[in-house]
């Protein structure tokens, strides 16, 4: 059979010419008529009907049936004609309900022809369905089109989406027998070639964008769960990446699609190239990733030369991913490393502070790298994270925008820890920024003095030989923080002055340890002077450590 349920009865195989004749000779006629659905309906749905007498009935109720090739390339034709564009909607439903109807024989064979044409077929049909639900082109330098140039996307991908679920469908369903004339293509060579455009589809359409809605999302990832399942896979990530039974997966496919649409006068003219690769990407981890290293690197250091901050954002996020997920050796080859770190410093000028905060942590990721043995004994030579460090000083030294402040107070003990002894070449600057961000409330949060109390501590720690010619000027510093925080009457929550408090506290207890106890002799003076019970009992604290 070819399309409608199973019928009852013998079945005899006619081929004339390209067309296929089934003969069905009946031997229970009322069954037959409570069962039988005629194909005829869907073929004169796709207009075929008028097509050099396609289906004729003969005595025997015999019927000839056009190849599926010829179908699908009509359809493809109507999807192609813009006169017809406000029947797509019903030129879908109809291609649905034939891949519903179906049988799996007749939509793979190609009729004695060379089998790569019904598979360029059903390539090209697919490409033509995922355009029908593309995204309008946008020629704007921002790669941004307004909400309402997509209001009729949601239900077009709707459509898509449920048409391309029955056909992979229909493709894992096998023939249940094969007719020794007909010449049938292997379903996986057909999902093999299709699967990929049909992972772009879903990555575009299963994310919360202007361009969806809740049943366009719904529908992507319907389809993206039965493309997985029609492959033999369990996992999005198996089916990109592969497994070490099967080898490779489709991301190879899937980004040599996406590729003409990455270059720098291509990836703005669709708002969702950059989402899909992103959506793409953090699906794809180590080891696999370093396999397609020279492909997604470059869109990635594209994106984050962008000149609008949250494409910025996106290509530093990209590249962090890169870094975690490819081998160190792979990223030092051809100075890859040295190109993603000069694209990210040149962020650091930036004064956007959710774009520094990914840079920040990108560098931190990215150095070790760079720099394997940056402590080393005896070494006088600077390296990067001098450099980063000194740029990050030299901001901090100047800014005056709170967020900025936290973002950099937040990172500075790591870069202060990382740095370890070679601290020392900074230690006037660095001194010089924590006891000035100490005397400046930042809010309730107190983000940024609780971060530079962290580098504080890391600064003793890291350099302590140097601490002692300091002593005084730390000392009061840190005395006078205590001596306001214990007495400070503002918003500032009761759980956040005790974290400072005992941060603070912690730095004297260092002192004291570096300094071969001198903080305790200083501070008896400070003891009998004071009342505050709060002051008080942190200068207990550091008299009671050993």
């Known amino acids: 059979m070819l399309i409608g349920p199973e019928r009852t009865g013998e079945e005899k195989l006619v081929v004339t010419g390209r067309w296929l004749k089934y003969e069905f000779l009946i031997m229970d006629q009322a069954k037959e008529k409570s069962t039988m659905v005629d194909p005829s309906e869907i073929i004169q749905k796709l207009h075929l009907a008028g097509k050099s007498r396609i289906m004729e009935k003969d005595s025997h109720q015999g019927m000839q049936i056009p190849a599926a090739e010829h179908v699908l390339r009509k359809i493809l034709g109507d999807l192609s004609n813009e006169k017809l564009m406000r029947h797509k909607g019903s030129i879908l439903d109809d291609a649905r309900d034939l891949f519903l109807q179906a049988d799996p024989a007749w939509l793979l064979d190609c009729c004695q022809n060379d089998m790569s044409v019904i598979v360029q077929m059903y390539v090209n049909f697919t490409a033509a369905l995922i355009q029908y639900s593309g ?62 455009q049909i992972v772009i589809f879903c990555a575009t359409h299963c994310e919360e964008k202007p361009w969806t809605n809740a049943a366009s999302r719904l529908a992507a990832d319907e389809l993206l769960a039965a493309a997985v399942q029609a492959v033999g896979c369990k996992t999005v990530t198996e089916l990109l990446c592969g497994s070490e039974e099967e080898g490779r997966g489709a991301l190879g496919a899937v980004l040599h699609l996406m590729k003409p649409q990455m270059n720098k006068n291509t990836w703005k003219l669709t708002p969702a190239t950059k989402h899909v690769f992103w959506w793409l990407l953090q699906k794809v981890r180590r080891p696999w990733l370093a396999e397609h290293l020279d492909v997604v690197l470059p869109p990635s250091l594209l994106f984050s030369d962008d000149y609008r901050t949250e494409n910025k954002i996106l290509g530093v996020r990209c590249l962090q991913h890169i870094i975690d997920n490819v081998p160190a050796a792979e990223l030092l080859q051809y100075n890859r490393a040295q190109v993603v770190y000069h694209a990210l410093y040149s962020h650091l000028y930036t004064p956007e502070a959710s774009l520094i905060q990914n840079v920040l942590s990108c560098l931190l990721d990215l150095l070790p790298l760079i720099e394997k043995s940056h402590v080393i004994r005896g070494q006088q030579r600077a390296n990067h994270y001098d450099k980063v460090f000194c740029l990050i000083l030299t901001h901090m030294e100047v800014e005056d925008k709170i967020p900025l402040r936290r973002v950099y107070a937040q990172n500075l003990p790591i870069f202060t820890e990382r740095l370890g002894i070679m601290v020392v070449r900074h230690l006037k600057r660095l001194q010089r920024v924590i006891l000035g961000y100490l005397e400046v409330y930042d809010g309730p949060e107190e983000a940024a003095r ?29 005395l006078k923080f205590i001596y306001d925080v214990a007495t400070d009457q503002g918003p ?14 912690h730095c004297l207890i260092l002192l004291n340890r570096c300094c071969e106890r001198k903080v305790t002799i200083l501070l008896e003076g400070v003891r ?13 604290r550091v008299q009671q450590d050993v």
């Open 135 to 196: 995204l309008p082109r946008c020629e704007t330098d921002s790669g941004e089109l307004p909400d309402d140039a997509y209001e009729l996307i949601p239900e077009r991908a709707c459509n898509v989406a449920q048409t391309l679920k029955a056909l992979l469908s229909k493709l894992q369903t096998r023939p249940e027998r094969v007719m020794p004339h007909l010449t049938i293509v292997s379903p996986e060579s057909v999902l093999r070639i299709i699967v990929p």
């Open 450 to 478: 609780l971060g530079v109390l962290q580098a504080f501590q890391s600064m003793i720690q890291q350099a302590w030989p140097r601490m002692s010619m300091r002593l005084e000027v730390l000392l009061k510093s840190l």
């Open 492 to 505: 500032t929550p009761p759980h956040v002055k005790e974290e400072m408090l005992q941060d603070a506290t």
């Open 528 to 540: 009998q002077s004071c009342k505050n019970a709060t002051v008080l009992d942190c200068l207990q």
